[in-house]
């Protein structure tokens, strides 16, 4: 008798994590940031290696941080998006992220410069902190810099 009612109960429990699974949405992925100071980084800034780009410059205003990359395909098709906030007014600062800078130079010569300013994180660094895993990634970072 309990050899086909262990089959049954392994069953329902498989049911069950189904069932649950159906209402879990697979592309949501909670950010740790929600709520907390924006991570520190100063880097170098895309078009000009002399000047940096830090998280004093978002500071005071509401801003957007967008990490993108030429390599990027999704960024490709967000980056008309964001010349049109841009153009409404909305200051939009930029990490570019594990990329070649004259192609990222180029990509905003021929696609256009929505971008207060662009940090050049070479390394990867700076979006390890900020949690990035894929571009692209838009954080809104607060008046308060959270």
Not at 47 to 52: E, F, I, R, S, V
Not at 126 to 144: C, K, N, Q, S
């Amino acid at each position: 008798m309990w050899r086909y009612a262990i089959p049954l109960v392994i069953l329902a429990v498989l049911g069950v994590f189904f069932v649950r699974g159906l209402d879990l949405n697979p592309g949501y992925i909670p950010s740790p940031l929600i709520g907390k100071p924006a991570p520190e980084f100063s880097l170098p800034s895309l078009t000009d290696p002399a000047a940096t780009v830090s998280t004093e410059d978002l500071k005071g205003k509401v801003s957007l941080l967008n990490v993108w990359a030429t390599w990027c395909i999704e960024c490709r098709h967000e980056h008309g998006f964001l010349v049109e906030l841009a153009n409404k007014g909305m200051p939009i600062y930029g990490l570019n992220w594990n990329d070649d800078r004259d192609a990222a130079l180029a990509w905003l010569a021929t696609l256009g410069n929505p971008y207060v300013a662009s940090a050049y994180d070479s390394e990867g660094t700076a979006a390890v902190d900020w949690g990035v895993y894929a571009a692209p990634e838009t954080f809104l970072i607060g008046r308060d810099g959270t």
